[in-house]
């Protein structure tokens, strides 16, 4: 049952050959013996899950259709959810119980999908590889020795060994992206503004964007549809009317236009990602797209930029951890500034810290143009190169991740070494672009690779249309690990 | 640029993060490198650039100066550390 797909699964609830406290309580057994091997759940709290299945039957029986009514997701953990454990991954809020749901979360409960747990992630989202986790890593499902990528690792995880059927996740640097291409799922993260922030645990919020992780983009359309949406409650939140991102699903390809960055497959691209990619875009031909190569110039200075701009804004909203109106607070201290400083040491975990210091010292008296301005204006010259590859091509496609996972702790004591893995990732995020990443095969010891699609603002049923298309043509995405049993 | 023990110290109190002399010269070690990463920036040439501190062109809402929350600061409090007749209780800053 865990191997069929969000619309087979809403058509045998609908058929009632399948009620939903079934498919919660099969999903539940999946996960909970899994997740000790795999760690892609923070929280799983069963007697809540059940009681929102029941409630998924009770409106199924009063005649309410959807389909996502009565279907299990998975959310990472920074989605606040009223009455479950929120953590972000961190001793900070280890004890965080969301007193109110995020804008998407309430989206997801008036269809009436069903809370199947909260997942784990690089605490406060700040990592590429799941291992900045306060709870330990989550596991690549293909091979535990591998890490499932960051920072929404649990969410990928837990949709790539078919613990949930969809998942929620976000992405500030490749968040989203990354741990798909790891994981071999497919994952987007939408134009910035199109899907409320409200109720999610801000990281840097210029760049945050929440979106769906699933196995097909077919089953990651339906959920853009549903959790994107304007929200008064974000003042970023962009007031335009909602749209169905499957609507272009079955468009054919004859004549789209792909620009391949020159920049995306240089010297830093390893070849068993390359050539998977490379095969990819041999599918794409044949169905009939015509590719042209772009440039993006200013590739080189996206992590740059990025690790400015980002720990700036996390150092910012990190300052509401102080130990006084929610959030862990130190056993002992003396005054109210050693309580904050004590606090806020003990509650933050390495990076989180390394990133609220290089964020302080960016905007620090002094040294704010040198770095914080400059950074905002390579920004501004990123999207400006993308602008222009925009008017030469529909979208743009190329790796997603320059490597296949690498091993837990291969790259833990080298930050620079761990940032580059986002190299083609934090680019969409800057820009504002929206850009997803879909299976397309498998490179060095048989791990997945991921192939990433970016699109001009606003273009995600295109890029979802590519990406269907594309799924119609290969399986990789109907591909799961064994061996997990 | 980079920083030195001494900066490490600077930077950690504004940002109201207690560190020992280990974590101090721990976080040197890891910092440094970081910085030599985004001085890379420095070599662009962003003459006449105007910066992007935003990726919507977009103005910020105006709303009516109206109360939109309902009071539960029941809810709110009970996720505190420590809250007495409800008030937050901090350490005392005024004798």
Known sequence: MTDLDIFALAADLRARKLSSVELAQECLRRAERLNTRLNAFITLDPAKTLAEATEADRRRAAGEDHPLLGIPLAHKDLFCTRGWLTTCGSRMLSNFVAPYDAHVIERFKAVGAVNLGKTNMDEFAMGSSNENSHFGPARNPWDLAAVPGGSSGGSACAVAARMAPGALGTDTGGSIRLPAALCGITGIKPTYGVVSRYGMVAYASSLDQGGPMARSAREAALLLSTMAGFDKRDSTSLDRPTEDYGRDLERPLKGLKLGLPTEYFGSGLSTDVGSAVEQALTHLRRAGCETVTVSLPNTGLCVPAYYVLAPAEASSNLARYDGVRYGYRAAQYGDLKDMYQRSRAEGFGEEVKRRILIGTYVLSHGYYDAYYLKAQKVRRLIANDFARAFEQCDLIVGPTSPTVAFDLGARNADPVQMYLSDIYTTSANLAGLPGMSVPCGFGEKARPVGLQIMGNYFAEARMLNLAHQYQGLTDWHRRRPDGLE | ?95
């Not at chain 2, 490198?33 to 062109?57: F, K, R, Y």
């Not at chain 2, 309902?70 to 505190?80: E, L, M, N, Y």
């Open chain 2, 1 to 95: 640029m980079s920083l030195s023990l001494l900066d490490i110290k600077r930077i950690a109190l504004l940002a109201r993060i207690a560190v020992s002399e280990q974590q101090a010269h721990e976080a040197l070690n890891q910092l440094n490198p970081i910085l030599g990463l985004i001085e890379q920036l420095q070599a662009a040439n962003t003459e006449g650039v105007e910066p992007m501190s935003h990726a919507q062109d977009v103005s910020q809402r105006l709303r009516p100066d109206e109360a939109t929350e309902p009071d539960r600061h029941g809810d709110f409090q009970s996720v505190a550390p420590q809250v007495e007749a409800d008030l937050y209780l901090v350490p005392k800053v005024i004798e």
